[in-house]
């Protein structure tokens, strides 16, 4: 069954650190695969995805992701993390349908 | 921009109510999508439409019941709402189904509380 696994579920950055936040997902195929964001208070909103092509992905925000087939992996990565950063972070794979991950919550100390 | 709007914030309903909530987008788009969001377990699929009186089971079904008799309305019912029921509930559109992989607008969602 399809699947998708964020391995952590809390971290926590200083202002201005980098941040990788991981996603890996399970299945043969090579499914699309996004990452959205959620401010407190707020529905999801759209960082980035990757359906084909170029491994690593712009998005919003200053965010990347880099797809590893071999790692099955598309983790979300940003060179210098903000205050306004913290939120949650989601992971999702799509085949047939839509799967989310458990989520990362991201504190950012100042 | 696509705005989906949720009618309530929070909502405090008792064992054994109806509950509606209600979801409203308004760039014309044919899916709509119900999903309850809890800690440590993301979000998972409610129910979902693809078009006006259409409405498929998601992974969830159990304990809810879908209405869309409009295409930029799509109702979440709890027949007899109960305290494992209570959850954030989103509600997000997209343009087409048929596109894989397209964009998913969500409302800001609905925290559910039933005592």
């Known amino acids: 069954a399809q699947s998708v696994t964020q391995p952590d579920i809390h971290i926590t950055v200083s202002e201005g650190a980098s941040l990788e936040l991981r996603c890996n997902y399970s299945?043969?195929?090579?499914?699309?695969l996004f990452w959205y964001v959620q401010s407190p208070g707020q529905g999801l909103q759209l960082l980035l995805k990757y359906f084909s092509g170029d491994t690593l992905v712009q998005g919003i925000k200053g965010f990347e992701a880099e797809f590893k087939r071999s790692q099955s992996s598309f983790n979300l990565r940003k060179p210098s993390v903000h205050w306004s950063d913290a939120a949650e972070y989601f992971c999702a794979v799509k085949y047939n349908k839509l799967i989310f991950g458990a989520g990362t919550r991201l504190a950012v100390h100042p | 921009d696509v705005k989906v709007t949720q009618s309530s914030r929070y909502l405090v309903k008792r064992t054994g109510e109806k509950v509606f909530l209600e979801c409203v987008q308004d760039?014309?788009?044919?899916?709509m999508f119900w999903y309850r969001q809890d800690p440590g377990l993301g979000l998972r699929l409610i129910y979902f439409s693809y078009d006006v009186k259409m409405k498929e089971k998601g992974d969830i079904p159990e304990g809810y019941s879908v209405s869309r008799e409009k295409k930029e309305r799509f109702s979440l019912i709890l027949e007899s709402a109960s305290t494992n029921q209570t959850s954030m509930y989103l509600c997000?559109?997209?343009?087409?189904?048929?596109?894989?992989?397209?964009?998913?607008?969500f409302g800001s969602g609905t925290q559910l509380s039933v005592l």
């Open positions: 997000a559109s997209s343009p087409d189904h048929r596109q894989a992989g397209e964009k998913l607008f």
């Open positions: 299945y043969g195929a090579t499914p699309y």
């Open positions: 760039m014309d788009h044919e899916n």
